[in-house]
């Protein structure tokens, strides 16, 4: 290569008059550069080399990194426990003095659960419907207007480390058991607001509940302060047993102004439109399971008695449901007296809210998979039997419910 390149340069120099000399200068200048320029190239190369590495240890350290975050984000997403449930329903009345009424009603509630840390969760939920504490229902045809959501739920619970006992405080499900799935003091949709206690051990259960009712400035506030005790054991051949007792007291309730909002099926109130009597209530209930091929048949009994009112104070329900299969089927046989409870909490399907009524309730349902559901409601009801006029009050409800 050499030789070669220097015979092109004496060439060159013959052509052109250049001397040995200066050939030789050129060349070794020119080699000079050739090595320069690869010292160069190597020097470009190693930096190149060691850019690369440490892309390759970025990468390496940084990928565990986020696989660990998006890790620990999905498993506290996955313990967070969302449900809902949405109901459509087509209802007629038929009431005595009245025309015949149609309507129909959607409701729809969502909650979650999120556990914070061992033993402790917080709750949230909201529903559709109107302020009414007995009720989610949403009525339609008010000119397509928008609807209202409500906060449903919003609680934070404890389960009390190395113990049977739990708290929650806040806005929470009732926690009183309601036979049969009803009740004679409380419509299901009634969330407490205040502080309730369980303790559960064995058969053996007792639950407190102090709940604010009415907060008033300037005037006696209105505080439900009460629980039950009772047991849940099984006898032979799997039937289950529940019995309990109730005891709840209404804080100043008595003169108190109305909470009910309606003079029909209303509590008896006094000259100045307060409670003539006050609510402190015992109860007494039990239910018993039978297992049947293929299925429950459930009897049930409820008994109350309000120990502040003079007359007019009891009220009892019996009643029977049987499961087979994707069928249910239940009937019930209810007595509210005008004073045997706090009307603003009772059912509000019974005699269409409050007290002062009796009757009974038949209800079929059919489960077309674990999701969605059919169910009817037929209530034949007489109200205002202990005081007013009393009439007729019948209520067909056709429901299709959707759990999510």
Do not use: C
Not at 303 to 329: C, P, R
């Amino acid at each position: 290569m050499k030789l070669r390149a220097i015979a092109a340069l004496l060439l060159i120099s013959s052509a052109t008059g250049v001397s040995r000399a200066d050939i030789d200068t050129a060349y070794v200048q020119q080699a000079a550069t050739i090595q320069a320029l690869q010292a160069q190239l190597m020097e470009l190369t190693a930096r190149l080399d060691a850019l690369e590495s440490e892309k390759s240890q970025i990468i390496t350290f940084s990928r565990p990194v986020v696989s660990a975050r998006g890790a620990a984000q999905t498993k506290a997403l996955e313990r967070i426990k969302f449900k809902g449930d949405f109901r459509f329903r087509q209802e007629s009345f038929d009431i005595d003095g009245q025309a015949d009424r149609h309507r129909s009603r959607l409701r729809n509630r969502v909650a979650l659960v999120a556990p914070i840390n061992e033993g402790v969760s917080v709750g949230f939920g909201l529903a559709s419907g109107s302020s009414d504490p007995t009720s989610a229902n949403q009525s339609l045809g008010a000119v397509s207007s928008s609807k209202q959501i409500n906060l449903d739920l919003a609680y934070v619970n404890w389960n009390v480390p190395n113990s049977d006992i739990s708290v929650q405080a806040g806005k929470f499900k009732n926690p009183l058991k309601r036979v049969g799935g009803t009740g004679l003091l409380w419509d299901g949709d009634v969330r407490p607001e205040g502080v309730t206690a369980s303790y559960k051990k064995g058969s053996l259960f007792v639950t407190g509940l102090g709940s604010w009712v009415d907060e008033n400035k300037g005037d006696a506030d209105l505080i439900l302060l009460g629980g039950q005790v009772g047991s849940t054991f099984e006898l032979e051949n799997n039937v289950s047993v529940l019995f309990g007792l109730g005891y709840y007291n209404i804080t100043a309730s008595e003169g108190a102004d109305s909470l009910f909002g309606v003079a029909a099926n209303e509590n008896r109130l006094d000259a100045n439109g307060g409670y003539l009597y006050g609510f402190q209530n015992i109860e007494g209930f039990a239910e018993i399971g039978i297992p049947i091929e293929p299925g429950k048949i459930t009897l049930f009994a409820d008994y109350v008695q309000n120990l502040d009112a003079d007359d007019y104070d009891t009220g009892y329900s019996v009643g029977a449901k049987v499961k087979a299969n994707k069928w249910s089927f239940g009937w019930e046989y209810r007595d509210l007296e005008a004073d045997s409870v706090l009307a603003a909490f009772s059912d509000s399907d019974f005699l269409g809210g409050g007290t002062d009524g009796e009757g009974h309730i038949l209800k079929t349902g059919y489960a077309l998979n674990k999701k969605i559901s059919l169910s009817s409601s037929l209530f034949l009801n007489d109200r205002n039997v202990d005081f007013g006029t009393e009439e007729s009050f019948k209520r067909l409800m056709l429901d299709i419910s959707f759990k999510h």
